[in-house]
């Protein structure tokens, strides 16, 4: 008796896709150091875009399909996880605002719709501060992924962002995914309701364009490796690293701008974490270092972009 | 899963680290270093593999997808750069797609006279399930592909994703050895049982290494799976450079930093790397090398010996 020797589908060793550029079409291959230099206002040779996330973590998490990072994790009703994330939305934004105020630091405000919608003296606070609003979703628990019914995921973006702009006044121009997971229509559906630019991809330090059915839209990358919540809550490192390692990387994209063209530093920041009043002393000592730098133009993601089109073209 | 799994792997044999005939590194140094730079394509939607899931997430997996290619649009020059700065010529453990798909990059390091060694088609792309021809055929095409793109015989191999069958080293050394004899197929940076190179048994019987590449000094593994401090990172490199450099006084050592543009070169962590490369280049008697290269001279110079010594020591251990 001969035994069937396993084998994979002929399938697996054929490559359709593999050819110049990119195994999809949305955007073109470049490499950052061989494009043209960008020039930020005032010839700076940084730009620095401070992103505040700030999230509802529903407490009857669906979990599709997967559970959000940062989220649930305990039966229901996870009072613990629930009511410590809203913290950031009623105690840690407000010590950021204070430490923003201090130093003229312009943030950009990425809001799930549905926490605008529930939050009105927070949005009016906001409103009032300056700065920003870009739509971050419905909620942490509606994730946009592969295998998602259309219909249903162009009611929440559509949703999302007509909220969000009723109830800022602003035109939201810009739009991160909850836990920067997308579909294979979200690209789509964010260009059907007019948004410009997306941060979901990382792949970039810089703003780049990005193809869909229904015209273009730009990444504007929102770094994750550097972020607040990756670097605490998934590396587990303290928050005086953090501190350091956002240093470094300031002082290394700053040194690049000067030598190559203007470069840009998103950095994302989570109130629901950076704002406990043992790390709060940390993100003051980055701002410190970051936002008072006589090298550094510090603006929203809406006016870095403005300046990055203006130089290489694309929507107006 | 397999039902006829092995207990052992058979490819080489216990040989303590002490005793052994000594290493000597060309102009006498102590150890052999050399960085090899992981140059990956990542499919942004790959066929499914019956026994690994390449994204975690439904596709598109974008987080795991564009940190990946932010290493070939940002990370690689970042690495170079550093690389030509220290007189390093790196050893790239190369998707070979990646020749068809980012071309510039291929010739970027061509122009620097860096090697190119086989890590699969795509890190997308198992070798789990295949069968012994499939995966001849995914090798035969690693090795050609950089042929055909390169001009390199090549001479190393790393599976993709390290993923691996019981006949992964057989069948590389056997398609090197058949598309170019001595000089193809003659490393593998699969196994990670030593810091000097071992000889390897193979089916053939032809002479074949184990070259250190390092696990526990891969950048991926120490930022993303040990979840290491950057800072925390370079201070593992210079205690494991020092180790190895005051043990090669005695008898020489590799040491190997495996990399990835889209870790090492990311703004937060990439003066960790260039202290390290300052440290160890800062010291004479470091052979800064290629994989092909060290192996090449382990090859002519101790292979047959460490082979004598092993097959003795397991004689006197009772191995018929």
């Known amino acids: ?316 | 899963m397999q039902t006829n799994m092995q207990e052992r792997l058979g490819a080489y044999d216990y040989w303590p680290y002490e005793d052994r005939p000594k290493i000597r590194w060309p102009g006498g140094a102590r150890v052999a270093f050399w960085v090899a730079p992981n140059v990956e394509y990542y499919e942004l939607d790959p066929p499914a593999n019956p026994q690994r899931k390449p994204w975690p997430t439904p596709h598109p997996s974008v987080p795991g997808f564009s940190i990946r290619d932010y290493g070939n649009r940002v990370g690689h020059q970042r690495q170079m750069a550093l690389l030509d700065k220290y007189g390093i010529r790196g050893s790239v453990s190369l998707s070979v797609a990646l020749c068809e798909h980012h071309p510039e990059i291929i010739e970027m390091c061509r122009e620097r006279d860096w090697e190119f060694f086989s890590h699969g088609v795509y890190n997308t792309r198992y070798t789990y399930g295949m069968s012994e021809s499939q995966e001849r055929e995914m090798i035969r095409d690693g090795i050609e592909t950089i042929h055909r793109h390169t001009g390199q015989k090549c001479a190393g191999y790393l599976a993709p994703a390290l993923s691996h069958s019981e006949h992964t080293l057989d069948l590389f050394a056997e398609v090197g050895q058949e598309l170019f004899g001595e000089e193809g197929g003659i490393y593998t940076c699969d196994l990670f049982h030593d810091d000097q190179p071992t000889p390897i048994r193979l089916r053939s019987g032809r002479r074949f290494i184990s070259m250190p590449y390092s696990l526990e000094m891969n950048d991926t593994i120490v930022y993303a799976v040990n979840k290491v401090e950057p800072r925390h990172y370079l201070t593992m490199l210079k205690r494991h450079f020092d180790r190895l450099y005051a043990e090669g006084a005695e008898s020489g050592t590799v040491m190997c930093i495996p990399t990835h543009n889209y870790q090492i070169s990311c703004p937060h962590r990439i003066k960790a790397f260039e202290e390290a490369l300052e440290y160890i280049t800062g010291h004479s008697d470091v052979w800064v090398a290629t994989g092909r290269e060290i192996a090449s001279y382990y090859l002519a110079h101790h292979h047959d010996d460490a082979l004598r010594d092993i097959d003795a020591k397991a004689a006197a251990a009772g191995r018929s």
């Open chain 1, 1 to 316: 008796m001969s035994l069937k020797t396993p084998s994979l589908e002929s399938e697996y060793l054929t490559y359709p896709r593999r050819r110049h550029g990119y195994d999809h079409d949305r955007y073109a291959w470049s490499m950052l150091a061989e494009r043209q230099p960008i020039q930020w206002p005032g010839d700076k040779p940084l730009a620095v875009w401070v992103n505040v996330s700030l999230q509802f973590y529903p407490l009857n998490q669906r979990g599709v399909p997967f559970k959000v990072p940062n989220g649930m994790t305990m039966p229901y009703p996870d009072l613990r996880h629930y009511s410590l994330r809203d913290y950031g939305n009623r105690v840690g934004i407000f010590r950021l605002l204070q430490a923003f105020e201090q130093r003229g630091v312009r943030p950009t405000w990425a809001i799930n719709a549905q926490l605008a919608e529930q939050s009105p003296y927070l949005i009016t606070r906001l409103k009032d501060f300056g700065g920003e609003f870009l739509c971050h979703g419905w909620n942490m628990d509606h994730l946009h992924y592969g295998g998602q019914d259309r219909d249903e995921e162009a009611e929440i973006v559509r949703r999302s962002v007509a909220t969000l702009r009723e109830l800022t006044g602003q035109p939201v121009r810009g739009w991160l995914s909850p836990a920067k997971h997308q579909s294979w229509n979200t690209p789509e559906l964010l260009a059907e309701n007019g948004i410009e630019y997306c941060c979901d991809w990382v792949n970039d330090e810089m703003p780049y364009a990005f193809d869909t059915e229904h015209g273009e839209l730009t990444i504007m990358p929102l770094a994750t490796e550097i972020e607040d919540q990756f670097v605490m809550c998934q590396n587990l490192h303290s928050e005086d690293s953090w501190a350091t390692q956002v240093k470094d990387a300031f002082d290394f994209l700053l040194q690049e701008g000067r030598e190559q063209g203007g470069r840009l530093l998103a950095l994302n920041l989570h109130p629901w974490l950076v704002g406990q009043p043992h790390r709060i002393g940390c993100l003051e000592a980055v701002l410190d270092h970051i936002a008072g730098h006589a090298d550094v133009w510090q603006a929203p993601a809406g006016e870095i972009l403005d300046v990055y089109r203006a130089q290489v073209g694309g929507k107006d």
